[in-house]
């Protein structure tokens, strides 16, 4: 159980049976009446975010989650064969569990999974990933970083805005958690 008095940013907690993280909190201490902390929750499974009012000093079950490093060895039909990095154990997830981020997950990429009660939470992949442009526009003399962007597909399917002088085969670094071109590698 965590005190509402310790709610700080990323700290996980059960609310009706699913795990929410605190993005936000506000302790507030009115003149008059009791003191009360205000929350925005972001939901860990489905992304949604919602806005709570908690008593000061209400306790609520805080989400022990298991963090396990993991490497992405191979696909297998639809699901993703990953390797415990410890104790070298193979487990399989679904594209759904992994969500949107499996457009930049390729073979040999280490990743976080994340677990509370033996359920795959989510899979944290690293901030940002090299990745290969296997099409797009060719680049033309005079193409500069400032002049506009074109779509490529990646090696892992895939696509995102880069720059015009960007062409196929090469190498690029792209941010992962807002699907950003953020240079050459």
Known sequence: MISSNDFRSGVSIVI????????????????????????K????????TVEKTFRAGETVPQATLEKSTMQHTYKEGDDFVF????TYEESRLTSAQ???RVK?????????VVRWN???????LPNSVVLEVIETDPGVKGDTATG????AKLSTGASIMVPLFISQGERIRID???DKYLGRE
């Open 41 to 48: 929750l972001k939901s860990v499974t489905t992304g949604n």
């Open 98 to 100: 992994i969500g949107d």
């Open 148 to 151: 506009g962007s074109k779509p």
């Open 176 to 178: 992962t958690r807002e």
């Open 83 to 86: 390797m415990d990095m410890e």
């Open 118 to 124: 033996e359920q795959v939470l989510e899979v944290e």
């Open 104 to 112: 930049y997950l390729s073979e040999g990429m280490e990743v976080n």
């Open 16 to 39: 009706d049976g699913s795990v929410w993280r605190v993005v936000e909190f506000l302790h507030v201490k009115p003149g008059k009446g009791s003191a009360f902390v205000r929350t």
